[in-house]
């Protein structure tokens, strides 16, 4: 079954303990992207990345780091997590460089950093 | 930067009737622009979508309409049912390979 996978689904930490949110697809997708959802601020994206080895900076980098060492998986690492990145967040790919292709989500990582 | 504004934030029909959605961009330079639905506590989930070289674009109950030259687009759900009920995110493309999103719209089918 075509899908995107994220591990954990919930986390609860402290601040200051790292932490990675693993997500990986196995559709052979070239694009993959992390979005923090918040009420009231919809999706925001905070890193994305257009194929191996190539990341870029989303909207809201700050305090995140990423990696795409291989096409299928695209870790969220959050080295020193603090209460404001208690968040809702999301994995997503899709075939190509993103424009005009349909987006394909995980299902979701609920994090709360006391 | 580029930003997106979606409008209303919650929106309650009566089923049956019709319900309107509507997103304005900011860069010009945006081409592509998708309708998300997200049910409660799952995915968002692509619905709609609709490129700058059209102006509307319908499936079945729901129509996207785009006006180029004002910056804004809008989604319309007709003859609503219980199962639309979500929440509703735009988006536009930007330049670098990103989407901007709306807010998103709470939508509330009343019995």
Known sequence: EAQVTQNPRYLITVTGKKLTVTCSQNMNHEYMSWYRQDPGLGLRQIYYSMNVEVTDKGDVPEGYKVSRKEKRNFPLILESPSPNQTSLYFCASSLSTGLGETQYFGPGTRLLVL | ?111
């Open chain 2, 1 to 111: 930067g580029e930003n997106v504004e979606q409008h209303p934030s919650t929106l309650s029909v009566q089923e049956g009737d019709s319900a309107v959605i509507k997103c304005t961009y900011s860069d010009s330079a945006s081409n592509y622009f998708p309708w998300y639905k997200q049910e409660l506590g799952k995915r968002p989930q692509l619905i709609i979508d609709i490129r700058s070289n059209v102006g509307e674009k319908k499936d079945q109950r729901i129509a996207v309409t785009l006006n180029k030259t004002a910056k804004h687009f809008s989604l319309h759900i007709t003859e609503t049912q219980p199962e639309d009920s979500a929440v509703y995110f735009c988006a536009a493309s930007t330049s670098n390979y990103q989407l901007i999103w709306g807010a998103g719209t709470k939508l509330i089918i009343k019995p």
